[in-house]
């Protein structure tokens, strides 16, 4: 069992190198990490999953062939990038299907950018912090709190694997690190 979190996110040069070298695995990444935000946004703006599908993988083509060019300039954060992509597109679909949309700038105050990508960079900086925080903990607390949270252990479990005497006195000493977590957490 690995003692640390993995990070499932590339850094956006480890994506355009990826994309430079011919690397599928990058690209599995890339749909890994920042589809579920797309999905989010498309089915919450009259969309379903085949068409965040395929307005994700619009995206990840204009990315490709932008990076692939030689002349892409990341101006933002890729996030950033793939998320405006994939907005421009969804209200370009929408225009299209509806015959009374007449404008996209109808659209734009229904799928505001800057909110939900505000949210998701906040929540991103939340779980980096919450990484340290772990990191900084110390054991048995680190892997009490992994077991439980991460890998859906139960107190039984988790009262066997260290030797309590029994499950209430596993559930104290995980309220007790959750403390400690806490209070880490809010130093960082």
């Excluded at 480890?14 to 890339?30: A, F, H, P, Q």
């Excluded at 139960?154 to 559930?171: L, P, R």
């Amino acid at each position: 069992m690995s003692k640390e979190i993995k990070r499932s996110v590339p850094t956006d040069s480890e994506v355009i190198l990826g994309i430079l070298n011919g690397s599928k695995d990058v690209l599995e990444k890339v749909y890994k990490a920042y589809f579920p935000m797309i999905l989010q946004m498309i089915v919450m703006n009259n969309g379903n999953e085949d068409d965040a599908k395929d307005i994700f993988q619009e995206s990840v083509l204009v990315l490709y062939d932008k990076v692939k060019s030689g002349n892409f300039e990341l101006n933002s954060k890729l996030k950033t990038f793939i998320y405006s992509v994939c907005r421009r597109l969804w209200l370009k679909r929408l225009s299209q299907l509806s015959r009374n949309a007449g404008n996209v700038r109808d659209f734009e105050d229904v799928l505001p950018v800057e909110h939900d990508l505000e949210r998701h960079e906040e929540k991103d900086k939340q779980f980096k912090q919450m990484e340290k925080a772990l990191v900084h903990l110390g054991e048995p607390c680190k892997t009490i709190i992994e077991d439980f949270y991460i890998h859906n252990k139960s107190m039984q479990e988790i009262c066997e694997k260290f030797g309590y005497t029994n499950a209430d006195n596993a559930k104290n000493q995980k309220y007790k690190c959750l403390q400690r977590l806490k209070k880490i957490f809010f130093q960082a």
